[in-house]
């Protein structure tokens, strides 16, 4: 079967059972060790054969060359790249699942190892959806992926066409947008956060564009105690998801 210039490379035993368990049908090729044909690669070859899935076996040079280092655990797979959600499909699943809704909001977030790392702490945080642009935004890529380490299928990913609307639709379903900004805002454990939410972090540069920021219903700021005046967008998205997830555990 021919690749795709689209299709996804990843590795490891955690980020290929992850995308066998949850999108099958995007699985195109597996390729395991050969010398280790017992335990989990078994296993996992097993699964793979049984939902359609051509398995191979080759050298650890082999899979080296297809993932790009040894840290391949083994397995590597070619995928197809997951499907995005419409963001009205996530609100529904939020309300018929009876929560408050959290989203991650990623306004022109350009390097995929933090879009990678954004979308794992989505995953490790539970939110509903991960938002971004279509344009001007890292792709989702073998590097995205690799990065997720496995969340790239567990973790809605609504792409829009234009982040000030989706912020203005958030807001007009009753979602409070939280723009993290270092000025003008208010420190992060003042914001309720029990409330349906959508946190909004701006890319490794510049922060939120003028234009998200204004759309945002609220600014708020982590406390920074250093010299360093700010967070990666990936530490920062931790910070903010995980104290949404304090304070609807003591509520």
Sequence with gaps: MAASSKDLIIGGLHAARTTLERAAGDVLEMWLRRDRDDGPLAALARDA?????????????????????EHHQGVVVRRRPPATVELDTVLARAAAAGR???????DNVQDPRN????????????????????????RVTSVVAKTASGALDSVALVSVPNLAA???ALSAAGVWTLGAALED??????????LPSALVLGNE???????TR?????????????AVASLNVATAAAVCLFEACRQRAAG
């Design 100 to 106: 408050a809704p959290l989203l991650l909001v990623l």
């Design 166 to 168: 989706a912020l203005k």
């Design 115 to 138: 879009f990678g790392a954004c979308l794992r702490v989505a995953d490790g945080a539970g939110v509903d959806g991960v938002v971004f642009t279509r344009d001007r935004s890292a």
């Design 205 to 211: 540069g510049e922060g939120l564009r003028r234009l």
């Design 49 to 69: 054969r049984a939902q359609g899935v051509t398995v191979q076996f080759v050298e650890p040079a082999t899979l080296a060359r297809l993932y790009g280092d």
């Design 185 to 194: 805002a208010v420190p992060l454990w003042e914001a309720d956060l029990t």
């Design 214 to 226: 204004e759309r945002c219903d609220r600014l708020v700021r982590i406390p920074m105690h250093g």
